[in-house]
């Protein structure tokens, strides 16, 4: 489904929006992050996609590679860990504290006792538990009832506590607060209320990175966009807000069409859009793409989705799949990629839109298209990728490394 959104403008990005989210501190998180052991020091891959965007009748398609960010598989690695630097280093304002000499470990001593919370469907929690594991500070992760053994064994290995409840992603949020209020615990989430916006805001800040890596490798200029259009993944919107943000400030009046893509039954921004304000899903929210099945749109996030998304399309869990074996086939001239399913969501999204005249004229999608998708992540839980997908993460890695494009060009095939 697709909803086009009339709330959407064209115009320099709002100083309102400014003083949250921007620019200048994004620069200031990807300083910091660069200290981290944990993340790749070089920037993901943008890779061209050039027989899909044949199939699809575009100019040019290219994937963000966010698998590749560090051992943690997503991009979630730049949103929590650069929250927590700024929480700890706001908690002691006098003491002569660095990002760099956090992440190294060297003030342990002095974190011992300091605890963070969160909930979480995976990977901002594995990513929140590998920062406090660098600092030397405790965390507690809260997980639903959907999120499986496979990744709750990988936020455990960073010697996090885990809370299991038998609700879903939204009542995970609520006891991880009840949690934080009770023994004084530090709240590090990337979804929050407008009375308390610091530290989603810095989880959404630090996201940023990836966008400013995407324009230098895409030569993009503020009146040149190097893209035409954009489509980034749902879920409670932090991500997306992050993209939109960065790049309406970047491009203005000039930005990328851009578009949210969200399960059909996890639709809570499409509601949004369709309420004007933020709304819960239409459905369970019980969706087999465990990044994206949040039940409720961050009213922080919708402050910035509301104005600049330009489309938001929902998919069945059944075209995610579709798309992670898409990509972990590859071809002549697109390489195989590893993406999970929340990672291979905008993938479907395309295809969706690609593939039906009418959603192509309502998203101004032409043969001069040029589209930025983000492989938000790899395969975080490798049993239900090989299950999925029919071959192992690793296997397609392999290929994936091995790969050389056809010598005849797409034009050609």
């Not at 304002?93 to 979480?120: C, E, F, M, N, W």
């Not at 969706?352 to 009418?358: E, P, S, T, V």
């Given at each position: 489904?697709l909803?086009a959104n009339?709330?959407?403008v064209?115009?320099t ?6 003083c949250?989210?921007?620019i200048?501190q994004?620069?200031q998180s990807r300083?910091w992050l660069?200290h981290?052991p ?21 100019a040019?398609v290219w ?8 051992c943690?598989?997503?991009f979630?690695?730049?949103g ?6 700024r ?6 304002p006098h003491?002569?504290?660095?990002a760099?000499g ?6 342990r001593?002095l ?6 919370i969160s909930?979480?469907d995976?990977?901002?929690g594995?990513a929140?538990a590998?920062a ?5 500070c ?5 997980l639903?009832?959907?999120v ?5 064994l990988a ?5 996090a ?10 009542q995970?949020?609520v006891e991880?607060a009840?949690l934080?209020a009770?023994?004084?615990?530090q709240v590090i989430?990337?979804?929050g209320?407008?009375?308390?916006p610091?530290?989603p805001?810095d989880?959404m800040q630090?996201?940023a ?9 895409s030569?993009?200029?503020p009146?040149?966009p190097?893209f035409?259009h954009v489509l ?8 997306a807000?992050?993209v ?5 400030e970047y491009?203005g009046a000039?930005?990328p069409?851009l578009l949210v893509v969200?399960?059909?039954?996890a639709?809570c921004l499409y ?12 459905g369970t ?6 990044g994206?099945a949040?039940g409720e749109?961050s009213p ?11 489309s938001?399309?929902t ?10 074996r898409h990509?972990?086939?590859?071809s ?8 999970g399913?929340s ?12 593939k039906a005249l009418?959603?192509?004229r309502?998203t ?7 589209v930025l998708l983000?492989?938000t992540?790899g395969?975080t ?8 997908v029919g071959?192992t993460?690793?296997a397609?890695?392999?290929r994936?490394?091995?790969w050389r ?8 095939a």
């Amino acid at each position: 489904m697709l909803f086009a959104n009339p709330r959407a403008v064209r115009e320099t990005y709002p100083a309102h929006l400014r003083c949250l989210l921007n620019i200048q501190q994004a620069r200031q998180s990807r300083e910091w992050l660069a200290h981290w052991p944990l993340l790749n020091q070089q920037p993901t891959p943008l890779y061209p996609l050039p027989d899909l965007a044949r199939q699809l009748g575009l100019a040019e398609v290219w994937i963000k590679d966010e698998a590749q960010r560090s051992c943690l598989g997503s991009f979630k690695a730049l949103g929590a860990p650069f929250a927590l630097l700024r929480q700890v280093i706001q908690y002691w304002p006098h003491q002569p504290l660095s990002a760099r000499g956090l992440l190294l470990g060297r003030h342990r001593a002095l974190l011992k006792d300091y605890t963070v919370i969160s909930a979480s469907d995976g990977n901002h929690g594995r990513a929140l538990a590998a920062a406090a594991q660098s600092l030397g500070c405790r965390c507690v992760i809260v997980l639903h009832a959907g999120v499986s053994l496979e990744r709750e064994l990988a936020i455990a290995a960073y010697d996090a506590h885990i809370v299991r409840i038998r609700g879903n992603y939204a009542q995970s949020v609520v006891e991880a607060a009840r949690l934080a209020a009770t023994y004084d615990w530090q709240v590090i989430a990337d979804t929050g209320s407008l009375e308390a916006p610091s530290v989603p805001l810095d989880v959404m800040q630090g996201y940023a990175s990836l966008v400013a890596e995407v324009l230098e490798q895409s030569a993009s200029q503020p009146e040149q966009p190097g893209f035409s259009h954009v489509l980034v993944q749902g879920g409670v919107g932090g991500l997306a807000a992050s993209v939109a943000s960065y790049l309406w400030e970047y491009h203005g009046a000039a930005r990328p069409r851009l578009l949210v893509v969200e399960p059909q039954q996890a639709d809570c921004l499409y509601q949004s859009a369709r309420a004007q304000q933020p709304s819960r899903a239409s459905g369970t929210a019980d969706s087999l793409i465990a990044g994206l099945a949040c039940g409720e749109a961050s009213p922080l996030a919708w402050l910035f989705l509301q104005p600049s998304i330009d489309s938001f399309v929902t998919i069945p869990d059944s075209a995610a799949l579709d798309a992670m074996r898409h990509l972990a086939a590859g071809s002549k001239h697109d390489r195989p990629l590893v993406a999970g399913e929340s990672g291979a969501a905008g993938l479907a999204g395309l295809k969706q839109l690609g593939k039906a005249l009418a959603l192509r004229r309502a998203t101004r999608l032409t043969h001069h298209s040029r589209v930025l998708l983000i492989n938000t992540e790899g395969a975080t839980d490798a049993r239900l990728y090989q299950h999925w997908v029919g071959e192992t993460a690793q296997a397609v890695t392999r290929r994936r490394q091995g790969w050389r494009p056809s010598v005849a060009s797409p034009a050609d095939a």
